[in-house]
């Protein structure tokens, strides 16, 4: 007993060292949390054209599909005219061969930046601890390129990610240390990777969205894309019903706005009063995502020795800095009037005055401004970008805690978390991912910024980089048009995309032809044997037309939904004639419906006050063989609030009679008796 109360002791000091150390070391670094200040709108550039910077390319796919695929012109690559187009995003829409967009449905997303790693590329990110770039994969496979994900199917990513986790922990873990650590560290870094593509896609799709360009996909589809996209980092956001995906989109959406506008205000104040110079960076659509801070060389000779806050900006003091008196690094001519406003060189009062970047940051993390480049001190956003890392790895691969089983390290690492993160401070950030990867989008498409400049920035982006599985922005780019040509012939291929999208659709069809515990099994068989099997339905004749169906009344029961979800008084918000199509599909497929089906025709019910929209709501549930159709016909009929009129009607439904005893007349629902007595 005293030996296992020794360990417990020892463990218990190893951790409150380590926390120690780690958060000492850190505020040596970095700082306090930040004021809270109102967020601000960001001012457009003039607007643009987005003809010139994207431009939309259909494939037709045999079977009755297409392939879209979004380019871009990224004039931040020193190449060719021609070469500066590169394809970016491509998705495939199953549209079961005719025109009716109801039907169709969105299957696999592929950001053609994102390829299958090198050999070496995959033994480097099994190494722990290594955090850095090893080199580019400087071909593609030659295969067809991997899609990140299944919009029509995004509940795999959950069920694969349980059980790879699973897996790590019942075969890896217990072999020791080396083969602990290498396991973590690979899953960490694939990860890791295959998110910064998915926020690149996100990106470039939120972009092309704000310039307004030729419509590529309806609002619904780019709702539905965007959500998938950003739940992929939830563990469980592959099992989020579509019906949540705009709310969640637009909430993130307004969270970052938001984000941006606080960090542009808060970063702006403070680089004039430490007498710098603060400059956003602006996407083509206006929305600033980054920023740059620079010191004017004149003023180093006159301000030498000044007193110097640093706060928000993290870096060092550059008055006392020797270097920048004698600097050989980028420097840039800017024109300044004799009050030290912007102006043209051309100006009458113009005065030219070399200009030193010393920072450049990210708008997008919460609380305060984020470093990125540090041209003094690349080893600066490099500590701050490890210390997720660090934390993470050491506690779980050398310390071998948990959040889970162990309560002790779950209170100190939520305090952690706390003052970190909520406080503002630069270090332990998990949006850090996301703002790199934003950043080298911003290098690629902002022709605004010097070439020199540019070269720099991206030299050092390289260096920050944590994972051996990234390339640089030419290597994804020249990746980019191979996968594309790629995967432009796999879907020409009869045994290519086509035989895939068949094997799709047939299994799209278990859930229809099988019930809840069938379903389970098969997704129990398939995850187990690692993808290899998946049950699909037999091919038939009729499949298109059953598959038809089905999508037919997915979208008819989202819509009715939708409309019972939005507002109390729907009569003034919805096309009731929309409305009243989709009870009417819901009423002639009864059968097939479900419980969605039946709130939603239930609700609308109580929603309106328009007849023959309740009349349909009536006809819809009296044709569901389901007992919760009829719990609900029951609950309507016994609602004193509905009138003697309409309770009798309901029960007429209820009870299968040809029409009621009571006209509706008496309630004030005239024209729907005839309805009625034609049943």
Not at 179 to 192: L, Q
Not at 465 to 494: F, I, W
Not at 563 to 577: C, E, F, G, K, Y
Not at 631 to 651: C, F, N, P
């Amino acid at each position: 007993m005293s030996l296992r109360l020794e360990r417990v002791r020892r463990s218990t000091q190893l951790r409150i060292l380590f926390f120690s150390l780690f958060f000492l070391s850190s505020s040596a670094v970095f700082i306090s949390r930040s004021q809270s200040l109102p967020a601000q709108d960001v001012a457009p550039p003039p607007s643009s054209v987005a003809s010139d910077i994207f431009r939309i390319e259909k494939l037709p796919v045999d079977g009755g599909a297409e392939l879209i695929t979004l380019h871009a012109r990224l004039d931040g690559l020193q190449t060719s005219e021609e070469q500066k187009w590169v394809p970016l995003v491509s998705v495939l829409r199953d549209t079961l061969g005719d025109l009716n967009p109801e039907n169709d449905r969105l299957r696999y997303l592929w950001p053609l930046t994102y390829t299958r790693p090198t050999i070496k590329q995959r033994i480097s990110g099994s190494i722990p601890f290594l955090y850095a770039r090893i080199g580019n994969n400087k071909k593609a496979s030659g295969k067809a390129p991997p899609p990140v994900m299944d919009l029509a199917a995004p509940e795999r990513q959950v069920w694969e990610k349980i059980f790879w986790t699973a897996l790590q922990n019942v075969l890896l873990d217990p072999y020791g240390l080396p083969i602990k650590a290498s396991g973590h560290s690979y899953r960490r870094n694939v990860t890791d990777y295959r998110k910064s593509h998915v926020i690149q896609a996100l990106s470039v799709l939120s972009l092309y969205q704000a310039m307004k360009g030729s419509v590529a996909f309806s609002d619904a589809e780019m709702a539905e894309i965007q959500g998938r996209l950003l739940l992929t980092d939830k563990t469980f956001g592959g099992l989020i019903d579509d019906l949540h995906l705009q709310r969640y989109y637009e909430k993130k959406v307004t969270s970052t706005r938001d984000d941006r506008g606080h960090n542009w205000e808060l970063l702006r104040q403070q680089a004039e009063a430490e007498s710098l110079y603060f400059e956003p960076l602006q996407m083509p659509d206006g929305s600033a995502t980054h920023a740059l801070v620079w010191i004017a060389k004149r003023d180093l000779a006159t301000k030498q020795g000044q007193r110097y806050g640093g706060r928000f900006l993290n870096i060092s003091d550059p008055w006392s800095d020797k270097r920048l008196l004698h600097w050989q690094g980028y420097v840039e001519t800017r024109y300044f009037d004799s009050e030290s406003r912007p102006v043209a060189s051309d100006s009458p009062d113009a005065q030219p005055v070399e200009m030193i970047p010393l920072a450049l940051y990210g708008l997008d993390n919460p609380k305060i401004p984020m470093l990125l480049v540090d041209f003094r001190d690349t080893l600066n956003p490099k500590k701050r970008e490890m210390s997720r890392r660090v934390l993470e790895d050491v506690a779980r691969n050398v310390l071998t805690l948990s959040r889970f089983g162990d309560l002790p390290f779950f209170l100190e690492r939520t305090v952690f978390d706390v003052v970190t993160g909520r406080r503002g401070m630069d270090i332990n950030q998990p949006s850090r991912l996301r703002t790199y990867s934003q950043l080298k989008l911003l290098l690629a498409l902002n022709e605004s910024l010097d070439p020199q400049l540019r070269q720099q920035i991206d030299h050092r982006l390289e260096k920050v980089s944590l994972n051996p599985l990234e390339n640089d922005l030419g290597a994804e780019a020249k990746l980019a048009r191979e996968q594309y040509q790629t995967l432009v012939a796999y879907a020409q291929r009869r045994d290519g995309l086509p035989a895939k999208l068949d094997r799709d659709r047939r299994a799209e069809l278990v859930p229809s032809e099988h019930g809840l515990p069938a379903q389970i099994i098969f997704r129990a068989t398939n995850i187990l044997s690692f993808g290899k099997y998946t049950h699909r339905e037999a091919e038939a004749p009729d499949m298109v037309a059953e598959l038809s169906e089905t999508r037919l009344l997915a979208y008819h029961t989202r819509f009715l939904r939708q409309v019972a979800r939005s507002t109390p008084q729907i009569d003034v918000v919805w096309n009731l004639d929309e409305v009243k199509r989709s009870l009417q599909f819901i009423a002639e497929h009864g059968p097939e419906a479900d419980t969605q089906a039946i709130g939603a025709a239930a609700k609308i019910f109580r929603q309106t006050e328009d007849n023959e929209t309740r009349l349909a709501c009536l006809e819809s549930l009296s044709r569901i063989p389901n007992r919760k159709a009829k719990d609900e016909l029951l609950r309507l009929s016994q609602d004193q609030t509905m009138g003697t009129a309409w309770q009798e009607m309901i029960s007429a439904y209820l009870n299968g009679a040809a029409k009621p005893e009571e006209p509706l007349a008496a309630s004030g629902a005239s024209g729907a008796t005839n309805r009625v007595e034609q049943r």
